[in-house]
């Protein structure tokens, strides 16, 4: 493998394809096609007209014709967006001056019109760059064409086309995924994905009553996938965890996507109609701008109301992520497996994020303004939840290598684990759980079991199985890394131990009395018992791009489980934006009725029964472990289960968050010793399979009976209890109501 790009080569193609000199002068082209095409300015449009196409003649001379094997077509962006349009305005003007053929076809050539009769032979998806950069240009390529029969035939190819490309794509490819995930680089991409909506969209919307749009069924992928979007972000805030290799500071998308979600549904979608627009009044109402301020008041106007506040659980299993909101704060847990990569890092991009997904839990307030991250002094090695083997800063900068003829220059290092997702009941509460496992590239023998609980406003957190064979760095379990206000005023509060405001250095706290702490942003942390750190000032870093030098203010607490520890567990709970009930809830902990009870944390389950609602959480590590408590009582595979049970009534929720693209193991992913090695993520074959039913079963204590319900069945009942037998696909949680026989 090469261990660098070499370094002359990238600053001559630097000079060869600056981007922005032709992101300019497709600007101005545009500039100028609204000028003629507007007739505002008659005195000059012979001028107009004769400097239009002087410019074009100027791009035909620099290789913008059909054939040319200019750069990578897909990547030419907003550039391609800005031509396109441009060229449609113009269209008269061209075929006077008997441009419009050379016109067309050099558009048809960089945009890819050709893949439209394809469509038959290839697999459902499209590449989110083409849905951004290339989808709009596609169809003014073939609304340029003089020939009314040509256009026809071609519009009804590029329905099918983009029908096709919005439907959900097997295995890892591009885009849509079943459950809401947008994929791109093998892995969700959600800000990728917010800049193919809006490529995208005003396709539909212009396609919208022609005749030749997508049905309504095959833009559900789509829709889903939209309106996902706004659950796992802070207003149009990305958590830094769903930045993938954008670890510099947080990301945003347009709410423009809703307003375009809305022109596009049709007169008969009045349902999408009203959730669009509710979003879209939600994430501006602090606009200053005058065009939404209008658009803001046609939508009152036409009876649209903002939507509230999401509140609920959601699980997106494709991105191994769980989703729990309430009272407009955000908490997101994330992690990997064999499937989903644990990093993107490219030779200068994100060269210390390694732990990101580690089951990262990042809680994002109601104020974006208080969120946790900040790039400038941020200590790589402790992502909030994450368990790690802490080292120094030098040795977490990634080895980036360009492993094969299928990858460029880019690290997603893969698990060998299958374990890492989530379930719900009715979406409202929810959990978590994922088996970590280090990769041999970084880390000497590293594994853990961890898990979430999502009820309400508490989030319980459970590690078990904590094994490192590392002898020289400790491993530790981060509750929590949070900005200091840089003066007085900022935002943030100082951190607190039980309640109290403090400024020394750190705190190193032993024993098993319960307490809690207070990091800067407003959430409490239940620590019942075991030796936790909690550090406050200044902390010295590096830069994610290039490891130069940073600073900044912290509070960071974290529960030390030391060097090589040979199976250590923890127990805490965080109750977000929650300090003002801390103090009462540590005194509920003591009584006989506590908030929550541990039932059972191990390497086979972890278990958790909630009162206030009597749910039962079973995180099922392993298959055929005996002396469960509660109503199950055996599985056959690992898997996720939620009980509750009210009189009469079980609801009941099973997943397993094995994507099972492939069967055993990916044997070149491992040497003659059995050591896992680094492999393209790009090379897998396994990469564009479907996900395959598992057949899942659950042994209930008690004899019950099956509403009717798709993909499950009951196998027996007999004095050991009800057998159950799931049909799992996709790792989406199934869910249904059982009754006593």
């Known amino acids: 493998s090469i261990a660098a790009d070499p370094p002359d080569l990238r600053a001559h193609f630097r000079l060869l394809l600056p981007q922005n000199a032709v992101t300019g002068h497709f600007n101005f082209l545009w500039q100028l096609s609204c000028r003629i095409r507007s007739g505002t300015s008659p005195s000059t449009v012979n001028d107009d007209e004769a400097l239009f196409v002087k410019l074009f003649r100027f791009l035909e001379l620099h290789g913008w014709t059909d054939g040319s094997g200019m750069g990578i077509m897909s990547h030419f962006g907003e550039a391609l967006e800005v031509l396109a349009p441009a060229l449609l305005l113009v269209k008269g003007m061209l075929r006077r001056h008997k441009l419009l053929k050379p016109a067309t076809a050099m558009l048809r050539w960089f945009a890819g019109t050709g893949r439209i009769y394809s469509s038959h032979y290839i697999h459902p998806g499209a590449d989110l760059d083409a849905l951004r950069t290339q989808a709009l240009p596609m169809l003014v390529s073939i609304l340029l064409d003089d020939d009314a029969r040509a256009k026809v035939r071609d519009l009804q190819a590029y329905s099918l086309w983009l029908r096709k490309a919005l439907d959900c794509a097997p295995g890892l490819l591009d885009s849509l995924k079943p459950d809401g995930a947008t994929f791109h680089h093998y892995n969700h991409s959600p800000v990728a994905a917010a800049g193919a909506f809006l490529g995208c969209l005003p396709v539909l919307e212009v396609l919208n009553g022609s005749g030749v749009e997508p049905v309504e069924k095959s833009r559900l992928p789509m829709v889903r996938a939209i309106m996902r979007l706004r659950l796992y972000c802070n207003k149009t805030m990305f958590p830094i965890c769903l930045g993938n290799r954008a670890t510099d500071g947080y990301r945003h998308f347009n709410p423009e996507i809703y307003y375009r979600l809305y022109r596009a549904a049709g007169p008969e979608e009045e349902e999408l109609r009203r959730e669009a627009a509710g979003v879209y009044l939600r994430l501006t109402v602090d606009t200053e701008s005058a065009v939404i ?368 693209l492939y069967d055993g193991e990916d044997k070149d992913q491992y040497d003659d010793d059995g050591n896992q090695i680094e492999v393209s993520v790009y090379s897998r074959m396994w990469a564009a399979a479907p996900s395959r039913a598992i057949q899942t079963r659950v042994r209930l204590y008690g004899q019950w009976r099956l509403c009717e319900r798709d993909g499950v069945r009951i196998v027996e009942k007999n004095d050991s209890g009800t057998l159950l037998e799931f049909a799992c696909t996709d790792a989406m949680p199934i869910q249904l109501e059982l009754y006593r026989s």
């Open 293 to 660: 301020r209008g658009r803001r008041e046609a939508l009152a106007g036409a009876g649209y109301h903002s939507e509230a506040e999401p509140e609920g659980h959601w699980n997106m299993n494709y991105a191994a992520l769980a989703l729990h909101r309430r009272q407009g704060w955000l908490a997101v847990v994330r992690g990997h497996s064999r499937y989903l990569w644990r990093c993107e890092t490219y030779s200068g991009c994100n060269l210390y994020g390694r732990y990101m997904t580690f089951g990262q839990l990042e809680i994002l307030p109601s104020d974006p303004g208080k969120c946790g991250f900040r790039h400038d002094g941020w200590d790589w090695n402790q992502w909030p939840g994450i368990t790690a083997q802490v080292k120094p800063v030098l040795l977490l900068r990634a080895d980036v290598r360009n492993l094969d003829e299928s990858s460029g220059f880019e690290e997603m290092l893969l698990s060998t684990e299958t374990f890492a997702g989530g379930t719900n009941l009715d979406n409202r509460n929810g959990i978590f759980g994922m088996i970590l496992r280090g990769h041999a590239k970084y880390e000497k023998p590293f594994r853990a079991r961890k898990s979430y609980f999502l009820f309400n406003d508490l989030i319980v957190c459970l590690g078990s199985g904590i094994y490192s064979e590392d002898s020289q760095n400790p491993v530790r379990t981060t509750l929590f890394q949070t900005p200091l206000p840089e003066h007085e005023a900022g935002g943030f509060s100082a951190p607190g131990l039980c309640g109290h405001n403090f400024n020394v250095a750190r705190i190193d706290s032993c024993g098993n009395r319960s307490t809690w702490v207070s990091d800067s942003v407003g959430n409490g942390y239940y620590i019942p018992h075991g030796e936790f750190t909690l550090t406050f000032g200044e902390q010295v870093s590096t830069a994610q791009q290039d490891g130069h030098g940073t600073a900044g203010r912290f509070a960071c607490a974290w529960l030390e489980h030391g060097i090589a520890p040979q199976q250590a567990d923890y127990e805490y709970a965080v109750r977000p934006q929650g300090i003002d009930g801390m103090t009462d809830f540590v005194a509920a902990m003591s009584d006989n009725a506590p908030p929550y009870q541990i039932l059972r944390q191990d390497d086979g389950a972890h278990i958790v029964r909630y009162a206030a609602e009597n749910i039962t959480g079973y995180v099922m590590f392993r298959a055929g472990i005996t002396d469960v408590p509660g109503l199950v009582a055996l599985v056959d595979c690992p898997c996720l289960i939620m009980t509750q049970f009210n009189g009469e009534l079980l609801k009941l929720s099973v997943c397993n968050p094995d994507l099972h």
